[in-house]
């Protein structure tokens, strides 16, 4: 079970069948540096980097529509041709009016690269609730078919071994081999991702009133989960795990990172960027969700060979927004 929040197709209903999540082979999860090039080219935003144009082609820009021109809020994640991954928060918090656009690199000029779509259709994790904003924060976003490109490319979620329907083993012994690729331990049939690294990156805060108009990003740690749990007590971390930069200190994601990818170095989606406060704190690291704890919930649904049908599912829907998809 899992709620809708329905938006009208504007144009036609989807049609053709979904990708799965990635055609890239998996690999093992490393916990060295960042799948993407970077740029020497330092900035103010709590200790982060300039990203290469490019870099980052998994990253959209979500905005609210209901001003013109729409202004940035939240990131996302590509899965496939008709799948974002934000968080919930940025969905229920924020104007019915959304706008996802991908590949963005500078929010200032149009590039070429970029297109644009209003989400038809938005699902959030059942566990999700108004009480806990942060445990199970997680949103999927469906939109129209869109192609890929040089600066829009899809992420890979993280292997599960025990999902035969989405690596589709021959046999055990390949299953047992896929187990043996990645070098972190499971624990009640998640990732052990303790001590694994990741890129940030977005358009976030870079201090207490000025946001960036070009992607920054930066490399990240994930930290123990009772490092998190001292970190922040009154936390539910069944779903969630902290991240920061255990070297400089001082770095992290903000606001306007929210629903941001947590990336490794082989391109896996690691979690979500939910929530810091304060931003980049060496006491409160930042809390993301984690991908092996939602991906069972996740992997039906953007599997789904005919997306449209799920707009025909009774289940507690709710109308957002009657505006167009555009190209």
Not at 64 to 87: K, M, V
Not at 188 to 211: F, H, P, Q
Request: net charge negative; charged share 20%; with cysteine.
């Amino acid at each position: 079970m899992y709620r809708i929040y329905l938006l009208p197709l504007a144009v036609a209903i989807i049609s053709g069948t979904t990708n799965t999540i990635s055609a890239r082979s998996p690999g093992p999860i490393s916990s060295t540096r960042s799948p993407t090039p970077r740029s020497t080219a330092k900035t103010s935003i709590i200790g982060g980097d300039i990203a290469t144009p490019g870099s980052t082609p998994w990253l959209v820009s979500i905005r609210d529509a209901q001003y013109h021109p729409p202004p940035h809020f939240c990131g996302g994640t590509i899965l496939n041709h008709y799948w974002i991954l934000t968080t919930a928060s940025c969905v229920t918090s924020s104007s019915i009016n959304l706008l996802v656009v991908l590949g963005e690199y500078n929010q200032d000029e149009d590039e070429g690269y970029e297109k644009k779509r209003t989400p038809l259709l938005s699902l959030i994790h059942p566990n999700y609730t108004y009480f806990n904003m942060h445990a199970y924060n997680v949103a999927l976003l469906l939109v129209s078919y869109f192609s890929y490109g040089e600066r829009i490319q899809p992420a890979p979620l993280l292997p599960n071994p025990g999902d035969r329907g989405m690596w589709q083993y021959r046999d055990e012994s390949e299953e047992e081999l896929t187990r043996k690729k990645f070098p972190h331990r499971f624990k009640d049939e998640k990732w052990d991702l303790e001590g694994v690294e990741g890129l940030i990156a977005g358009w976030g805060r870079m201090n207490s009133d000025e946001y960036s108009s070009v992607v920054l990003e930066a490399n990240l740690t994930i930290l123990s989960n009772d490092a998190c749990q001292s970190a922040y007590p009154d936390e539910d971390m069944e779903s969630l795990m902290c991240a920061t930069d255990i070297v400089r200190g001082g770095v992290g994601a903000c606001m306007g990172d929210s629903g941001g990818g947590l990336i490794s170095k082989d391109g896996y989606v690691l979690g979500i960027y939910s929530y810091a406060e304060p931003c980049a704190s060496d006491e409160f690291p930042g809390i993301y969700v984690n991908m092996s704890v939602i991906q069972q919930w996740m992997c039906p649904i953007i599997r789904h060979h005919q997306p449209e049908r799920l707009f025909r599912e009774n289940i507690d829907f709710r109308i957002h927004s009657s505006a167009s998809s555009l190209d």
